[in-house]
Every structure is written in C-alpha cells, then in structure tokens.
C-alpha cells in the first residue's frame, strides 16, 4: 500500500532554516508528484507547492516562493521540504501528500490521493 | 488566486441525519475539485476527487456533486465517526486552494 513516512517533530530558533523529509513506499515514486500542505494550529490547511517526482520540477505557491525549496531524490524514494528565515508564524504542521493523476477530455489533473502523518514544526526563541 | 468558500463553517447533527457541505469556487474550475476529512489529531484523509469520485474505501454514505463554482459533499446518513473538519479543494489552477474548512460535529 501507499505510505508516506515524515520526519519527526523540529524545534527552531528564528531565522534558522528547518527541512523535512517525506519517504514514500509502495508506489513507483518517479510517476507521482509530492505537494506539501502546512496547517497552523487551529487553523486550516494551507498549500505551499508540489515537485513532480519524475523530473524534480517544482510549483510553488507566491507566499512561500524565495523561502521554500522543495526538493527529490530517486534513489531513496524521498521528498523533501526545506523553509529558511523561519518566523513564528512558520508554526505549524507539515503535510506532504502524493498527487494523483488522471485524465478527461479537458485535460490531466493531479488530485492529492495519500498523505503523510504531519511533522510538528515549532519556532520559539 | 480561486478563492474557495465553505459552509456552514460550523453544523451539529444528529447520527441518522443527511448533512450538506457546500463549497463555492471564485471562478469557474470545472470539476477540478477533491473533498477531504480531518480529524482531530490527524493528517487528513481523501475522500473524494473529481468533484464525485470516490477514492477506495470511503464509505458509500459519503457522495460529492456540482460542477463550475458550486460543489456539495453530502453524507447520506451520519454516523458517529463521520466527525471532524470538512476541507474543499480545487486543483484547477495554482495555488491550489482549499476552503476554510467545515467542522462536524454530533448533537
């Protein structure tokens, strides 16, 4: 079955960097991509971008561009969320979640289709 | 960006009751759209994608429609484990939104 296994929680000062992992099983990695969805406690869910798996092009969501790099590496089945300048407000959640595809006569979509357990971020000084 | 719009943000219902979630997308993003439940404590879970398509093993009391801006999740008749919070999605164009959120809960 399709699982996605994060690293665990982080605690971090402000204006450090934080990076996460997402190890998938089950699936071939190179033909789904991976987005990455954050949620501040309390609050709802908030996408930050996706990286396709086959070629490690990545969207990302203008927030969070300049201070987010979302990487891959085949050879371990692995995705990776890397935030700078972390602010309190960076607090939060961290989702990844494959993305899914199919087709219509309209055109190819990538719905999210399995997440990842989360992994706490805190930023406190 | 589509700016996506849910509600009730908040309903309380009773287990045997039909409940409708409904979620408006800013512009037209024809049936580009997913459903997904959260739990307390939990990552969230898909439930549907497409606008009414059923991923495998969610419960048949759960059913999605519409198309263009205005979509529903209904579920059919609750049960206790159908609470939690409630998010649309649309994947038609990025960012790729969801809504605020509804949360379910049991009378």
């Known amino acids: 079955q399709v699982l996605l296994v994060q690293s665990g929680r982080e605690v971090k000062k402000p204006g450090a960097s934080v990076k996460v992992s997402c190890k998938a099983s089950?699936?071939?990695?190179?033909?789904?991509?991976i987005s990455w969805v954050r949620q501040a406690p309390g609050q709802g869910l908030e996408w930050m971008g996706w990286?396709?798996?086959?070629?490690?092009?990545?969207k990302y969501a203008q927030k969070f561009q300049g201070r987010v790099t979302l990487t891959t590496d085949t050879s371990s089945s692995t995705a990776y969320m890397e935030v700078r300048s972390l602010r309190s407000d960076d607090t939060a959640v961290y989702y990844c979640?494959?993305?899914?595809?199919?087709?219509?006569?309209?055109?190819?979509?990538?719905?999210?289709?399995?997440w990842g357990q989360g992994t706490q971020v805190t930023v406190s000084s | 960006d589509i700016q996506m719009t849910q509600f009730p943000a908040s309903l309380s219902a009773s287990v045997g009751d039909r409940v409708t979630i409904t979620c408006r997308a800013s512009?037209?993003?024809?049936?580009?759209l997913a459903w997904f439940q959260q739990k307390p404590g939990k990552a969230p879970k898909s439930l549907i994608y497409?606008?009414?398509t059923f991923h495998s093993g969610v419960p048949t009391t759960f059913s999605g429609s519409g198309s263009g801006t205005e979509f529903t999740l209904t579920i059919s008749s609750l049960h206790p484990e159908d609470v939690g919070t409630y998010y649309c999605?649309?994947?038609?164009?990025?960012?790729?939104?969801f809504g605020q959120g509804t949360k379910l809960e049991i009378k």
């Open positions: 979640a494959r993305m899914g595809y199919y087709s219509d006569t309209t055109g190819e979509y990538y719905p999210i289709d399995h």
């Open positions: 089950g699936y071939t990695f190179s033909r789904y991509g």
């Open positions: 990286i396709s798996g086959k070629n490690g092009n990545a």
């Open positions: 512009q037209g993003i024809k049936n580009s």
């Open positions: 497409a606008a009414s």
């Open positions: 999605q649309q994947y038609m164009s990025y960012p790729y939104t």
